[in-house]
């Protein structure tokens, strides 16, 4: 835009000398920059009508530290004029915002690939993009918009937390002891000898090659206690020198272990105030675990509920066949009295305590506190979680442990 002002300066100048002297190479100069100066614009306006953009977005959600990718696609809607375009994509995930320079000529799309950079979990808004043009000598730059806005969501990562253990409620399919289903189950354990009468989704076809004859799965009961996972989002209890790490790294163990103990084929509930109050009941699947990683990417330490408050929430839905791991930053003991509450009912409890400290290698007194309630404790240092993964202050039991090893639930697979 600077080089048009300048050159309606300059074709200004020239028809005050051409006005004032009455030469005429004055006046033939100010009509050929007039004249460039209302074609170039023209050639601008009509090349960005001319143009038609679509954005195609393959999906709307993503991990943190990942890319949405997309498709420009641009052509011409007549045949002249032809030119450059830019097709820049306004995003919300990051400072940076992708663009791609289209030659177009002749009727036929041309196509190009954008990736948009989500290197934080949150709700984003993508779009729309902005389409400019230019002529040839770079003297008017236009620029319009095209496409809608969407709402892009950003999971939070997670890790594989080996080591950490979340105590089982005494159920049956749960423990070192297999126990047999008369149904079939998603959960298969070994196989034995076809029977006559079995179905034909009792028989293991790759062990009935290798073996030469007939095998048929062993089934077992499937695991059938809740699994809730509470998350501390009070903003007192995040504040500390750390700050924002604070928060994500509490929301990306709260993360990992829905997903790990989901993938595991447990029902996982969620718990949650901060910003918004979450609390979605325990249930398996796919869908469930979107759900919650969708919450788990919007949520933010603004609440101003206590943890004990939201423990005395999951009560009514908490007792002898539920396994609560409660992810919190404070260093507040109150808190443990909504623990001591829970074991009353005889539910399994699991603390993961995030020390937003990182100037000291100690852990805050809440932890050993935790501990001496009785319940599996385990600490982070903020910042240090893909390091050194969870620390183990007081470990699970043995027999606990032994028994959800024997299971293999989904101790592996997490994504990182």
């Known amino acids: ?18 006005l004032a002297t009455g030469f005429p190479v004055f006046h033939r100069t100010f009509y050929i920059l007039g004249l460039l100066f209302v074609l170039s614009f023209g050639w601008v306006w009509l090349s960005l009508r001319n143009v038609e953009v679509e954005v195609h977005r393959a999906t709307l959600r993503t991990w943190a530290g990942q890319s949405i990718k997309e498709t420009v696609s641009a052509r011409l809607k007549r045949r002249a004029p032809w030119g450059l375009i830019e097709v820049r994509e306004q995003s919300e995930t990051s400072a940076e915002r992708p663009g791609v320079v289209l030659g177009l000529e002749g009727s036929e799309a041309t196509t190009a690939d954008l990736e948009v950079a989500c290197p934080t979990r949150g709700v984003y808004t993508v779009g729309p993009a902005v389409v400019e043009a230019s002529d040839p000598f770079n003297l008017w730059r236009l620029r319009r918009t095209t496409g809608g806005a969407q709402r892009v969501v950003v999971h939070p990562t997670t890790t594989d937390l080996p080591g950490f253990v979340l105590l089982p409620a005494d159920l049956p399919g749960e423990g070192p002891v297999h126990q047999r289903s008369p149904h079939v189950t998603t959960s298969a354990y070994g196989v034995r000898d076809y029977i006559p009468g079995d179905t034909l989704s009792r028989i293991s076809w790759k062990t009935t090659a290798r073996l030469g004859r007939l095998m048929a799965k062993e089934f077992e009961m499937e695991p059938a206690n809740n699994i809730w996972v509470l998350v501390d989002l009070q903003r007192q ?14 929301i990306t163990v709260a993360a990992s272990i829905c997903r790990r103990y989901s993938e595991g084929g447990f029902p996982v509930g969620l718990a949650a105030t901060g910003n918004e109050r979450v609390m979605l009941s325990a249930q398996r699947g796919a869908e469930h675990l979107l759900r919650m990683m969708d919450a788990l990417a919007a949520l933010r330490a603004q609440g101003h509920t206590p943890l004990l408050e939201v423990i005395a929430n999951l009560h009514a839905r908490a007792g002898r066949y539920t396994s609560v791991a409660i992810v919190t930053p404070s260093r507040d003991d109150a808190w443990l009295d909504g623990v001591r509450h829970l074991l009353e009912g005889r539910s399994r409890i699991t603390v993961v305590i995030v020390d937003g400290d990182t100037g000291t290698k100690e852990f805050p007194d809440v932890t050993h506190q935790a501990a001496a309630v009785g319940v599996p404790v385990y600490a982070v240092k903020v910042g240090r979680l893909a390091e050194t993964g969870l620390i183990a202050v007081q470990a699970p039991s043995a027999t606990y442990s032994r028994g959800v090893g024997s299971r293999g639930v989904a101790m592996r697979g997490a994504r990182s």
């Open 237 to 250: 209890s995040h504040s500390g020198p750390a700050g924002r790490a604070i928060e994500e790294t509490t």
């Open 1 to 18: 835009m600077r080089r048009s002002w300048m050159l309606l300066a300059m074709t200004l100048l020239v028809l005050a000398f051409g």
